[in-house]
């Protein structure tokens, strides 16, 4: 069956359907990984967003029950050049197409991915939509155009209840903006006791449950959209090790007085980032459309660490009065390369001091 891509500038791809036909608009953005398909679709950092994957063939091994980063596929489309029917791998339990069916997720194939990946790069991310007649292209454009940029994604993906994953170790507070279960399974390999809690959660409540640590989790959106969860964080940095990944760091950074902004087109799949402090570059796995602006940072406490090689942008930050710091990537990273024993070591290293030195 046909189906369309539809832009917001008017533009059109036409292509095979795969999976539902349950539509919603969403933020067209390309996506560079080679695989970790099934992490990317789960990952609740991809809410609100169609996601074409650069990488010509896409489901060749498959959905399987173990390699989900949330408790379901969060992206609200799928743009692919060839979607693989037979997949081969001895984990496999179903296609990549009847995976979306089954959660209703729209899909296309047979588009032209490296002509929209350019337009991207060129105009920037813009929403998109799926429609089944092209009599109906011109009218789904205009309502692209009028649609105001999507809110209250963090909201859409947080845990609305408090819950534990007892440990024998260090106490963690996990603030949930929209966790990967991977950044959970790096937290329980090292023994902490965690408890995860929602996005909104005042600093009064976190500090309640006496954490060794903060976790600020990745997640979907705009940082600014939740004044009150940087507020919190504003008055837990002086109080506790607080670690900021992905969205996390940007809140920590508009915390700490730093400003961010959209970018043009994100970064989605694997990037070189160098250490400054050490000039080692590392391949990490991003999945961000907003940054923190560097020359903001000038006027804080806080420092950079970390830079993107290819956007530019910064990629981490440290603060040099309190035991804080954040990074842009993905450290555990299931579906692209990581550095977790490096990041999660320095999170629970800054604790042990923490304790020693108030002991």
Not at 14 to 31: M, P
Not at 311 to 338: K, M, S, T
């Amino acid at each position: 069956m046909k189906r369309y891509l539809v832009l917001e500038d008017g533009s059109f791809y036409e292509g095979e359907a795969i999976g539902s036909s349950d539509y919603r608009i969403g933020e067209l953005i390309f996506n560079t990984s080679v695989t970790g398909t099934q992490e990317i679709l789960t990952d609740p950092a991809c809410c609100g967003q169609i996601v074409l994957m650069t990488y010509p063939l896409v489901g060749n091994t498959g959905i399987n029950r173990d390699d989900n980063e949330g408790l379901k596929p969060y992206v609200f489309g799928v743009v692919v050049k060839d979607c693989c029917e037979f997949p081969s791998n001895f984990r496999s339990e179903e296609t990549l197409n009847e995976y979306l069916v089954r959660n209703r997720i729209p899909g296309i194939k047979g588009v032209d991915t490296r002509a929209i990946t350019r337009k991207i790069r060129t105009a920037g991310s813009m929403k998109a939509v799926f429609c089944d007649e092209e009599s109906q292209i011109g009218a789904f454009a205009e309502t692209l155009r009028s649609k105001a940029d999507m809110t209250g994604l963090v909201d859409s993906v947080s845990t609305r209840n408090v819950y534990p994953i007892p440990g024998r170790g260090r106490k963690v507070v996990v603030v949930d903006f929209g966790v990967k279960l991977s950044i959970l399974r790096e937290l329980s390999d090292r023994g902490c006791d965690i408890t995860v809690v929602p996005a909104r959660t005042s600093a009064e409540e976190i500090l309640g449950y006496y954490p060794d640590g903060v976790i600020l989790s990745s997640g979907p959106g705009n940082p600014e959209d939740l004044p009150e969860a940087v507020n919190s964080i504003r008055e837990l940095i002086s109080r506790t090790v607080v670690f900021g990944i992905g969205l996390g760091m940007e809140m920590l950074a508009l915390a700490c007085g730093a400003k961010t902004y959209k970018m043009k087109y994100g970064q989605h799949g694997e990037a070189p980032v160098v250490d400054l402090r050490t000039d080692k570059v590392e391949i990490t796995s991003q999945n961000h459309s907003y940054a923190v602006d560097i020359e903001s940072l000038k006027a804080t406490r806080l420092e950079m660490t970390h830079k993107a090689l290819n956007e530019d942008c910064c990629e981490g930050i440290r603060h040099l009065d309190y035991p804080c710091f954040g990074v842009q990537y993905n450290p555990e990273a299931n579906g692209g390369p990581h550095d977790a024993a490096g990041l999660f070591g320095r999170f629970m290293e800054l604790m042990k001091k923490e304790d020693a030195e108030n002991a």
